[in-house]
């Protein structure tokens, strides 16, 4: 337990506001680290957001970003900063689990192009977060490293696959987090836990040294608590990996630095109608009207809505077929370890496995043809607007007493499908306190327009997000 | 027969030759149409390139281009120009049988995306391509539509699979054609027939209304007698097309107007040694000669030429998965119509679809990860070098009674894997009087680039091409 109330305040400040707390030597990359060491010590066994530690390589990090800092060497406004990491993402000799039981102890040989990125700009590398078995689902209700919970709300899920990322963001156990994302896996725990979390343009951000869920459809990305802090991440981890067969050279002239647009005149914003059709299922009734609110909001920015209908788009269709191309490829790359541990493994992510083995070539090439039948329809969609606006998730967290819904991923699939970048940000509280997320998705290569938009709505809105008792 | 040398020269002029005839008046569209329509009534029956005619659409578009002309509103340097199309690519109103005699007189409902560039551009559309069944394969041996012919060698296979694209211009029955190619179908073609070919960036040339061989390795190109007219022919062809899938917005501002450099200085140019072990078959020997021949001839023109390896690249090992990609394609799209005309269909191409029906979803999911495989190992080669420089084929062009080898598509499958640029342009023929091609594979969207190397080295070599008896 922590009685200072200054440091209590800290650990939940943003990346922009400690790097200036380093850069003014108010504070230094020890004092922080060891703040958020201590919280963890105290306040990660209510929610079991952390797989591994990292304290001694976390404290080392740290003083060697003060001594650069002393020397007037400072690598920029991440050195020093405490991240931490989702443990699908390798960190060179920690134990990359993927909240996997058969991967207890499966050390990393080398760093993931995201972590040498990150280590490379002095950040510090505080540990690594709980997960959904294997990214394989979106409650992080793991079996072998026990359940992640939602700092929000006891025995509720932080959502997933990245929930450790979210919950120890809300929980003000990090400053930052990177989580992986396939068919919403950083959204949903950045809406579920009331933070901000970014999917980029695919190719963008490499995934060399990352677990795989389904190679074509997998990302890398950053989670924090405002968007200014996603886009300082995503600067550094963003740029072409010649080792990496999805990372691309982006077409457009990277933004020089970030700022959060004072108005969004001249910016189309698409409004999708009839949420519960699309969703296929009843939209819970305070993200409903918080996503009218959220557009009334936009509006007043300045942006022009207008009402877009994604002709042809159907979640539930397309769904299964993002599934199989996810079973076809675990069934590859889990083959041999499923072999040697097959107790390693959950029963449901066994059967996963075993229905991806089951299929048949045509099968699935008829369902990565589907998932291409997306892009067509997105065209049209951002030859109208700049960005398609919708709530994150039709529901918000839920007790692990309930079944995930199917329909979680219904707004943040196309995302992946397309491979255009998307924000979560938090749009307010149910009745009951619980976080929501409102979505922005731009054009492929446009995720700085997609942080803009993020950015100008969490201005205006300023959402008070943290959770009671942490 | 046509007794007039200076029409049979006609018959063999580039696009730009043509183009300067027309714009200067010395000739019409209509003269140069009806001259290849004659032509191809002379001399298609020796080659049977052609499986469709379309004289009064091709006199009608030649009338109208006249008109455009007389009235100083020309399209461009296609405008009038006769040019024909692979038989897979839907010309609306016209049969598009792909090669196969279950889709015989399959009316397209509308245009491809290229046939309708080509007709915007004032472009004569001649008629339609003989091609491999289904472009399943590499020598045009089409027993529904008969064989396709190279005029080089009576008895002798054009190639494939747009063999009769190459056969229709080598023996000067149409100024320009496109053709397909998912390992190589235009540009072994191209070079078995003394032509030059282009396969694009993936994702420059719209696919729509093209009969698919795979969808996520095919492209479509133009094959011409030289390598100016591809860039003409290209510019034409490129750009976004929102209802195309993988169609993609090019990261680099388009080439004014295509010239052809006068020195290659300043251009690092990749040479593979150990051919033979490449292609894993001995290299033909005159292949092997003239490759080296014309690897001095481009360091005459200044160009830097660098020892590369490819390492980690076997063709023989990624073959057999590009096969499956493919068969697994052609199993979900000929699915239907295997089932209602299943004797209209070849019995090696029945058993192609059967292997792929039998294969299994993660037996695909690895083929896909080895194709993707190779992009790093490009990525290598491209920080070394500007292009890699390889003969088009191991071989020339072979009797009809020799089995198709194996390593058809040893230099060629490599560009189609990594979406790569590649052009094909004659470097002469073997003693024995067949041509050889040399492949030039860039940079994905430096498609200017391949066109600009081979361009300077054409302009060197000066080959001429032209077949006895056309």
Same mark, same amino acid.
């Given at each position: ?83 931490? %990491? *989702? ?40 540990? *690594? ?47 930052? =987090? ?53 886009? %300082? ?18 077409? *457009? ?33 305070? @993200? ?6 959220? %557009? ?8 022009? @809505? ?15 077929? #993002? ?12 083959? *041999? ?77 196309? =995302? ?5 970048? #998307? ?27 997609? %942080? ?19």
């Amino acid at each position: 337990m922590n009685a200072d109330p200054h440091k209590n305040d800290l650990a939940f400040q943003t990346v922009t506001e400690i790097d200036a707390l380093l850069a003014g030597g108010a504070i230094t990359s020890r004092t922080v680290t060891e703040h958020y060491l201590q919280r963890i010590a105290t306040h990660d066994r209510k929610i079991n957001s952390f797989i591994t530690v990292m304290p001694n390589q976390a404290l080392a990090a740290a003083n060697a970003s003060d001594q650069r800092r002393k020397a007037g060497r400072a690598h920029g406004p991440l050195d020093g900063i405490p991240i931490a %990491l *989702k443990d699908n993402i390798d960190v060179a000799g920690v134990a990359t689990t993927a909240g996997i039981e058969a991967r207890r102890g499966h050390i990393a040989s080398s760093d993931s192009a995201v972590a040498a990125k990150l280590k490379a700009a002095g950040a510090v590398i505080l540990g *690594k977060l709980n997960m959904h078995e294997g990214a394989h689902g979106a409650t992080t209700a793991n079996e072998a490293y026990g359940y992640c919970y939602n700092p929000h709300r006891e025995g509720y899920t932080p959502g997933g696959s990245s929930g450790g990322s979210g919950a120890a963001l809300a929980a003000g156990l990090c400053a930052a =987090a990177l989580g992986t994302d396939t068919l919403g896996s950083i959204r949903i725990p950045a809406s579920f836990c009331g933070i901000a979390g970014l999917k980029p343009t695919h190719g963008l951000v490499s995934t060399r040294g990352v677990v795989p869920l389904a190679w074509s459809l997998d990302h890398v990305g950053p989670m924090a608590r405002s968007v200014a802090d996603l886009a %300082l991440i995503l600067e550094v981890l963003a740029g072409p990996d010649t080792a990496d067969p999805f990372s691309r050279s982006s077409p *457009k002239p990277s933004a020089a630095v970030f700022t959060t647009p004072k108005s969004l005149r001249g910016v189309r914003l698409g409004r999708l109608r009839d949420l519960d059709t699309f969703a296929a299922s009843p939209l819970h009734a305070d @993200i409903a009207a918080c996503y009218e609110a959220a %557009l009334t909001q936009l509006s007043k920015l300045g942006a022009t @809505i207008v009402d877009v209908k994604l002709a042809g788009y159907q979640h539930n269709q397309i769904r299964p077929k #993002a599934m199989l191309v996810i079973e076809a490829d675990l069934a590859v790359y889990y083959a *041999k370890l499923l072999e040697e541990k097959p107790t390693g493994f959950s029963q449901i992510f066994r059967e996963g496995v075993a229905f991806g083995q089951q299929q048949s070539a045509p099968k699935l090439a008829a369902a990565f043809e589907a998932i291409r039948s997306v892009q067509p329809i997105a065209n049209v969609l951002f030859a109208e607007v700049d960005a398609l606006v919708t709530p994150t998730t039709p529901c918000p967290a839920f007790s692990f007493q309930q079944a995930m819904p199917k329909t979680l991923t219904a707004f943040t699939a196309i =995302a992946n499908y397309v491979g255009a970048p #998307a924000v979560s940000v938090p749009m307010g509280l149910t009745k009951d306190n619980l976080p929501m997320g409102l979505q922005i998705t731009a054009r492929p290569w446009d995720d700085l327009t997609a %942080l803009q938009i993020a950015a100008a709505y969490e201005q205006a809105a300023r959402w008070a997000m943290k959770p009671a008792g942490f």
